[in-house]
């Protein structure tokens, strides 16, 4: 959480256990928690994604259909991909087949250079990443 951001007040209960509060949190704010020892980390949402979205692979994909790469680098960080209406619709038919290969780079690396050659856009949120179409391809995955 950003120590400079307004504090925010979550409801609770009146008899609320500690983990009342903090599934609360989750529901009421755009933070989340985890143990660490005999500790709790509160942390943003979207931290946590860009965290997952860190997860290193080394991958080789030859030939494969863009939306089958992406439901892998979904699966592999953790982190669940949204679609907006038609997205890999909208991508040029010669970019929605992918070769590529990923030697130790992160999942986050990876959709950058996806959406610099296929024109999706990877918005990381509290929910995931939602994918969108921002503009036509302009150079290939190698």
Known sequence: MDPDSPAQTVHLGRNATLMDAMEELTDQTDATWYPWGRSLVVVNKIEVTRMLLG???TRR??????????AELAESSGVPFTYT??????????????????????????????????GLKFTMTANGVEVTYAAPATRTLR
């Open 55 to 57: 997860k290193r692979l």
């Open 61 to 70: 994909f030859v030939d494969v259909d863009m939306q089958q790469v992406l």
């Open 85 to 118: 209406p038609g997205v890999l619709q909208r991508v040029p038919q010669k970019f929605r087949r992918v070769t590529l290969t990923l030697d130790d780079a992160t999942v986050e690396q990876t959709l950058q250079d996806i959406s610099a050659a296929t």
